[in-house]
């Protein structure tokens, strides 16, 4: 299993301060770990730009892959007071089947 969380750095038009962006990052990937009681094969951070309804702003996309275990509901519950603490619209949420690793 594959769990993606995208995040942006705004509040309306503004972004956060740095501090606060790193916070909502490092909760956001506590959240992951908790959820998955660590039983992931690897976790990555991208940053970029992204847009949300026409505004640009920096966002960071934070992936667990080879999820053994989660428990979807409670992640849902924490990402949500995540948004409510960091007075976000929305975190963006994908739970997908199956992660592959391709060994030689």
């Not at 409670?74 to 975190?91: E, F, N, V």
Request: aromatic share 6%; net charge negative.
């Amino acid at each position: 299993m594959h769990v993606i969380i995208n995040i942006g750095r705004n509040i309306g038009t503004t972004p956060m301060s740095e501090g606060e962006w790193n916070m909502f990052r490092a909760g956001v990937r506590a959240s992951i770990r908790i959820h998955t009681r660590g039983e992931f094969g690897g976790m990555l951070e991208f940053a970029g730009v992204g847009e949300w309804e026409t505004v640009q702003e920096e966002s960071a996309s934070i992936q667990a892959f080879d999820v053994k275990e989660l428990d979807a509901a409670g992640l849902r519950g924490t990402l949500a007071r995540l948004a409510k603490d960091y007075r976000q619209d929305a975190i963006a949420l994908t739970i997908a089947g199956g992660s592959e690793l391709i060994e030689p």
